[in-house]
């Protein structure tokens, strides 16, 4: 099971926005196969420190961070979760 | 401090791409204008947020006025916005 975890801001940017919608559909996508953790503003915060990104929207996959501060295409995340062993 | 124009910046918690960007260009126009700036920054949602109606970080409400929303302006945008309210 590959482990996609999302962090996002709150109030949320457009980005912080698209991406959370994204993580849904791709937990739906590839369920049984992607775990999918969505951490929204303060509750974030532990892993954003924990992980020492510098912004959100970040990506970090099997706790690696694969995208931080934008929010990525489709192609571009399906590509860092076949990185990841998806 | 009475004449100087309220510009109240509202960021996300944690900072977005966005919001970092906006306070390098508000800390650059500090830097330049700040005689005749009142500069608040307000991290994550508060009484304000939603006085404003706010639905997006980054946000820049300069004299009571929603100027920018879910976007980080480029310095023309924002020092138009500083002018329309006064600044020299």
Same mark, same amino acid.
């Given at each position: 099971?590959?482990?996609?975890?999302?962090?996002?801001g709150?109030?949320?940017?457009?980005?912080?926005?698209?991406?959370?919608?994204?993580?849904?559909?791709?937990?739906?996508?590839?369920?049984?196969?992607?775990?999918?953790?969505?951490?929204?503003?303060?509750?974030?915060?532990p892993?954003?420190?924990?992980?020492?990104?510098?912004?959100?929207?970040?990506?970090?996959?099997?706790?690696?961070?694969?995208?931080?501060?934008?929010?990525?295409?489709?192609?571009?995340?399906?590509?860092?979760?076949?990185?990841?062993?998806? | 401090?009475a &004449?100087?124009?309220?510009?109240?910046?509202? @960021?996300?918690?944690?900072?977005?791409?966005?919001?970092?960007? *906006?306070? =390098?260009? %508000?800390?650059e126009?500090?830097?330049?204008?700040?005689?005749?700036?009142?500069?608040?920054?307000?991290?994550?949602? &508060?009484?304000?947020?939603?006085?404003?109606? @706010?639905?997006?970080?980054?946000?820049?409400?300069?004299?009571? *006025?929603? =100027?920018? %929303?879910?976007?980080c302006?480029?310095?023309?945008?924002?020092?138009?916005?500083?002018?329309?309210?006064?600044?020299?």
């Open positions: 099971m590959v482990k996609m975890e999302v962090l996002s709150d109030p949320p940017c457009p980005g912080c926005v698209a991406i959370l919608a994204l993580a849904d559909e791709f937990a739906e996508k590839y369920k049984g196969r992607l775990e999918v953790v969505k951490l929204v503003g303060s509750e974030a915060i892993k954003f420190e924990q992980y020492k990104l510098g912004c959100v929207p970040a990506v970090v996959i099997n706790e690696k961070i694969r995208i931080e501060g934008i929010c990525p295409t489709r192609k571009m995340l399906e590509s860092a979760l076949r990185e990841g062993g998806l | 401090m &004449n100087k124009i309220k510009v109240e910046v509202f @960021l996300s918690v944690p900072a977005c791409s966005g919001g970092m960007s *906006l306070m =390098r260009l %508000m800390k126009i500090e830097s330049e204008y700040g005689d005749q700036l009142d500069i608040q920054v307000s991290r994550g949602r &508060n009484e304000l947020y939603e006085k404003y109606n @706010l639905t997006a970080a980054p946000a820049v409400v300069v004299g009571d *006025l929603v =100027r920018m %929303m879910g976007v302006p480029d310095k023309e945008s924002m020092m138009a916005a500083l002018k329309e309210c006064g600044l020299d």
